[in-house]
Nanobody, 124 residues
Framework: QVQLVESGGGLVQAGGSLRLSCAAS????????MGWFRQAPGKAREFLGG????????YHADSVKGRFTISRDNAKNTVYLQMNSLKVEDTAVYYC?????????????????WGQGTQVTVSS
């Protein structure tokens, strides 16, 4: 089993920045890929991007490319989502997820482990 705990959410004004963290524990492996998703009220869970633990390869969805950046710290078993130039429409619950394969994919069902989510609210 893999446990994931997100942190760093909160309330921020439009144009501001936040950095979310996702700490992994349990049966973690460098052969895993991590993904970041978000879900706004009444909307489907949206894939934002991901990173491979093994070589750090990242993928960012077009919807957030240029504003959001995913990185990792292997020593801390932690993945980050740096969010800049935040917009009101970025308001959502943000989740990290893990899959037991090093390739980042966009489909939600491919990820076996999920964190509890952290709320991000962007005010105008």
């Amino acid at each position: 089993q893999v446990q994931l705990v997100e942190s760093g959410g909160g309330l921020v004004q439009a144009g501001g920045s936040l950095r979310l963290s996702c700490a992994a524990s349990g049966r973690t492996s460098r052969r895993y890929a991590m993904g970041w998703f978000r879900q706004a009220p009444g909307k489907a869970r949206e894939f934002l991007g991901g990173i491979s633990w093994s070589d750090g390869t990242t993928y960012h969805a077009d919807s957030v490319k240029g504003r959001f950046t995913i990185s990792r710290d292997n020593a801390k078993n932690t993945v980050y989502l740096q969010m800049n130039s935040l917009k009101v429409e970025d308001t959502a619950v943000y989740y990290c997820a893990a899959r037991s394969d090093p390739v980042v994919v966009t489909e939600r069902w491919q990820y076996s482990y999920w964190g509890q989510g952290t709320q991000v609210t962007v005010s105008s």
